[in-house]
């Protein structure tokens, strides 16, 4: 069986040398895909799934030398270069979500959430190693990992943006990012992409933010709100707009700007009630309505990515010091979070698809057999 995992992966060049090749490299990349779909977090765990699974996975993969060890599977990885094993994820994402768009979503147009995060114990003091920090895109639209682009730290993220957003398609797509990505440069890549964005605003841009929080204290253009309950609490999201912008001077400088955002979140629990305002910028010209959804939206990345990879992967508590290998590790857990999530036969979570991949060869093999995987 020829998967379109497969199909993208093998183009990856081998970096061994030598006697170092008992091991076919794309059958040690999809084996590990496999264990980490099927509840691996570890070399040693996928050596373990490899053994428990072998007569299992000799159906699908040739093994002519059988399972590689922990430390095999982990040297293959801190050798493989990691920006190709990216590009390539990427290609097989591309495709992915292709397969995923229906006559009733096609018409949308996607918006793209870009933010950072840390894989915690990736840090090491004594080695003088930082905590391995990745920059992510997700689109909302098929709730899937586009890509995701390595940095130095938190503090690049600014540098990391631009650097994304080149290996991205993003044509007609609707680019949101959080305050650390309110940089005019990268406005200016987004419109010249032919993108639009919706831009967080904070009071680092001390003179533009009075401007645009100060306009909203005499009009809007625009007006919105949202309620949602559940889990005990509830909040009430208020959007206001204004497309009229002749009053901010500031906004010579940002690219393609046509509209400003006041979002007013009033969160109730129980007896205790707080409320946020939080602003933004957009090259949109659209209403509240739409902004008041496509802001929340972004907050996906959050609850759908960065959560999941938390709680359903347990990225955080992956201790992987190298950092190529830890890179690379993360696409892994992302290749396998974005199966998982392309899979429409189970409602279950997915963490509960995990497990259930792993006790029954019968779902596993759906999702292998799946044009996607």
Known sequence: MTTSLQDHFRWIPDPRTGNNKKHNLLEVII???????????????????????????????????????????????????????????????????????????????????????????????????????????????????????????????????????????????????????????????????????????????ETFYDQVTNQFNFREDSYSQHLDKGHGRSEIRTCKVIHELNWIDEKENWKGIKSIIKITSERIIGDSRTTQNRYYISSLQADAAYFNKAIRTHWGIENQLHWQLDVGFAEDYNTTRNSQAAQNLAVVRKIALNILKADKTSKASIKAKRKMAGWNHKFLLTLIANKNF
Not at 60 to 84: C, K, Q, W, Y
Not at 115 to 136: E, I, R, T
Not at 148 to 170: F, H, M, T
């Open 31 to 205: 084996l590990s895909v496999l264990a980490v779909v099927c509840g691996a977090e570890s070399w040693c765990e996928m050596e373990e799934f490899g053994k428990e699974k072998e007569d299992f996975l000799k159906q699908l993969l040739p093994l002519e030398n059988g399972i590689p060890s922990h430390d095999t599977i982990n040297r293959v990885f801190m050798m493989i270069d990691a920006d190709v094993f990216e590009r390539c994820f990427r290609a097989w994402t591309a495709e992915l979500g292709q397969s995923l768009q229906t006559t009733g979503t096609s018409g949308e147009r996607e918006l793209i959430a870009i933010d950072g995060k840390s894989v915690c114990n990736s840090a090491c003091k004594h080695q003088g190693l930082g905590a391995l920090h990745l920059v992510s895109a997700w689109s909302g639209r098929n709730q899937l990992v586009l890509g995701q682009q390595k940095v130095a730290d938190k503090s690049n993220e600014i540098s990391a943006i631009p650097a994304l957003l080149s290996l991205l398609n993003i044509k007609g797509a609707v680019v949101s990012i959080d305050a650390m990505g309110a940089q005019k440069a990268i406005a200016e890549k987004i419109i010249e992409s032919q993108g639009d964005y919706i831009l967080a605003l904070k009071q680092n841009h």
